[in-house]
């Protein structure tokens, strides 16, 4: 079965997902889990997908109520793959999609949308991209304060605790998979 949306007004619709494992899109499963964590803080929130890979997640917080999204990623075909996954889903006119890199960028997009209350990133595991994600997130000044942070990792990679602004509320396990719910205090 291929990649899918859980919930809300795309229930079912398929996602273009890609071959291979270089892009890895989060598991319905998962998403399922994360979402229902999430519960009602998604409706009218605005959303920044970090590392979007397919915009799975963006695209479910879309479909569950989410005023607008950001998708955000570094690879030409992951940008390809979200641009054809919002086309198929009708949601243009909610969306902005950015080829950056966050490690060494930061997001600057005050100007175009409200700020952001609810951020996913789901980095490639262990290749210490939370840290630089993090501190350029801070030091972009687009997160709204107290937005949340689900952050998707490996069980063996740490998030920092020594970035100001940012309070770890709760972790989660899914086998090897950690999900970190981090809120933003500044």
């Given at each position: 079965m291929g990649l899918r949306i859980i919930s809300g007004d795309l229930k079912g619709k398929k996602l273009f997902s890609p071959k291979g494992i270089r892009i890895r899109?989060?598991?319905?499963?998962?998403?399922?889990s994360i979402f229902s964590i999430l519960s009602a803080r998604?409706?009218?929130?605005?959303v920044l997908d970090l590392f979007a890979g397919t915009g799975a997640l963006g695209i479910e917080a879309l479909s569950r109520g989410a005023s607008f999204a950001l998708f955000i990623d570094n690879d030409k075909e992951a940008i390809s793959i979200i641009k054809k996954n919002i086309e198929i889903?009708?949601?243009s006119a909610r969306i902005k999609i950015?080829?950056?890199n966050i490690?060494?960028?930061f997001i600057d997009f005050r100007l175009e949308f409200p700020e952001v209350n609810l951020?996913?990133?789901d980095p490639p595991y262990n290749k210490n991209l939370i840290r630089p994600a993090l501190v350029n997130l801070s030091g972009s000044h687009i997160l709204e304060k107290e937005a949340l942070l689900v952050i998707e990792h490996d069980l063996l990679e740490t998030i920092p605790e020594d970035i100001p602004g940012y309070?770890?509320?709760?972790?989660?396990r899914y086998g090897k998979t950690l999900v970190s719910f981090i809120?933003?205090?500044i």
């Amino acid at each position: 079965m291929g990649l899918r949306i859980i919930s809300g007004d795309l229930k079912g619709k398929k996602l273009f997902s890609p071959k291979g494992i270089r892009i890895r899109p989060t598991a319905d499963r998962l998403r399922e889990s994360i979402f229902s964590i999430l519960s009602a803080r998604v409706a009218g929130s605005v959303v920044l997908d970090l590392f979007a890979g397919t915009g799975a997640l963006g695209i479910e917080a879309l479909s569950r109520g989410a005023s607008f999204a950001l998708f955000i990623d570094n690879d030409k075909e992951a940008i390809s793959i979200i641009k054809k996954n919002i086309e198929i889903c009708g949601l243009s006119a909610r969306i902005k999609i950015a080829r950056l890199n966050i490690e060494s960028n930061f997001i600057d997009f005050r100007l175009e949308f409200p700020e952001v209350n609810l951020v996913f990133m789901d980095p490639p595991y262990n290749k210490n991209l939370i840290r630089p994600a993090l501190v350029n997130l801070s030091g972009s000044h687009i997160l709204e304060k107290e937005a949340l942070l689900v952050i998707e990792h490996d069980l063996l990679e740490t998030i920092p605790e020594d970035i100001p602004g940012y309070e770890i509320e709760d972790r989660r396990r899914y086998g090897k998979t950690l999900v970190s719910f981090i809120k933003y205090m500044i």
